[in-house]
């Protein structure tokens, strides 16, 4: 089976066209507003579907594992986008959570390839344990969103006081928010961003923090921040009598 049209009113049962590898498109009713559970999983050849604007509700993993789907635009009115329903397209690159969505489920987006994620108005929870794709590159997130904020593609609260999450695949500078006080973890096997400008307001970092930052190659601090220092890419206490931290790439300089 390679392509399908579903009439408008046909009765739409769960997994219907789950473990079609083969089909590549599909037309769907104008009036539908949920996609069963498991509905499309696993239709591998499938690249892209036009979702209908009278749709609510995406199910639990719908479209799990349509690895080739590349293109995927949710449409406004959605409120529901159940757990895994994205999991494992791994072909998709560039998502935006639509605004009336409050919720992104356990497992939702995990082992998909998205790298840019655009957070809508609405989320008040996102579970990033076990969901975050391993490749994505920056969070974005509306100013209309009261729960959370990106700053430089990282995720924090709204304050921008707190990181919540620190990108995997983040693979440049970052620059942290001004307003963040501790550092403890976030940045633990964060393997490709190559540097980090740190704010006045900083207080604490681990001791551990960039330890296995393999691609890391300099730190910098604001000149006003009273607790730490930088002096050529490398992290000192304020008064520079100790190290703090030694940039990967630049350890095999010093060793």
Same mark, same amino acid.
């Given at each position: 089976?390679?392509?399908?049209?579903?009439?408008?009113?046909?009765?739409?049962?769960?997994?219907?066209?789950?473990?079609?590898?083969?089909?590549?498109?599909?037309?769907?009713?104008?009036?539908?507003?949920?996609?069963?559970?498991?509905?499309?999983?696993?239709?591998?050849?499938?690249?892209?579907?036009?979702?209908?604007?009278?749709?609510?509700?995406?199910?639990?993993?719908?479209?799990?594992?349509?690895?080739?789907?590349?293109?995927?635009?949710?449409?406004?009115?959605?409120?529901?986008?159940?757990?895994?329903?994205?999991?494992?397209?791994?072909?998709?690159?560039?998502?935006?959570?639509?605004?009336?969505?409050?919720?992104?489920?356990?497992?939702?987006?995990?082992?998909?390839?998205?790298?840019?994620?655009?957070?809508?108005?609405?989320?008040?929870?996102?579970?990033? %344990?076990?969901?975050?794709?391993?490749?994505?590159?920056?969070?974005?997130?509306?100013?209309?969103?009261?729960?959370?904020?990106?700053?430089?593609?990282?995720?924090?609260?709204?304050?921008?006081?707190?990181?919540?999450?620190?990108?995997?695949?983040?693979?440049?500078?970052?620059?942290?928010?001004?307003?963040?006080?501790?550092?403890?973890?976030?940045?633990?096997?964060?393997?490709?961003?190559?540097? /980090?400008?740190?704010? %006045?307001?900083?207080?604490?970092?681990?001791?551990?923090?960039?330890?296995?930052?393999?691609?890391?190659?300099? /730190?910098?601090?604001?000149?006003?921040?009273?607790?730490?220092?930088?002096?050529?890419?490398?992290?000192?206490?304020?008064?520079?009598?100790?190290?703090?931290?030694?940039?990967?790439?630049?350890?095999?300089?010093?060793?």
């Amino acid at each position: 089976l390679a392509s399908a049209v579903i009439p408008t009113n046909a009765p739409l049962g769960e997994g219907i066209f789950d473990g079609c590898s083969g089909l590549m498109q599909v037309t769907l009713p104008e009036n539908m507003t949920k996609v069963p559970n498991y509905m499309f999983r696993g239709c591998k050849s499938l690249r892209s579907i036009d979702l209908p604007d009278a749709l609510t509700a995406i199910g639990q993993a719908a479209f799990r594992n349509c690895s080739d789907l590349q293109e995927f635009n949710i449409p406004e009115n959605v409120t529901t986008i159940s757990s895994e329903a994205l999991r494992g397209c791994s072909g998709l690159e560039y998502l935006v959570i639509p605004d009336k969505v409050t919720r992104i489920s356990d497992y939702t987006l995990e082992g998909a390839g998205i790298e840019t994620l655009v957070i809508g108005a609405g989320v008040t929870n996102f579970a990033t %344990k076990n969901n975050v794709p391993a490749g994505l590159k920056e969070f974005v997130v509306s100013e209309q969103n009261t729960t959370y904020a990106a700053y430089d593609g990282v995720l924090y609260n709204k304050e921008m006081t707190t990181i919540l999450y620190v990108p995997y695949g983040l693979d440049r500078h970052i620059e942290i928010a001004e307003g963040v006080t501790q550092i403890n973890g976030e940045f633990y096997l964060r393997k490709k961003f190559t540097g /980090v400008s740190l704010p %006045k307001s900083l207080t604490y970092i681990s001791a551990s923090e960039f330890t296995y930052c393999e691609a890391l190659e300099y /730190v910098s601090v604001h000149e006003d921040n009273t607790f730490y220092a930088s002096l050529d890419g490398i992290l000192y206490t304020k008064d520079y009598t100790q190290f703090h931290t030694i940039p990967k790439k630049l350890r095999i300089l010093f060793f």
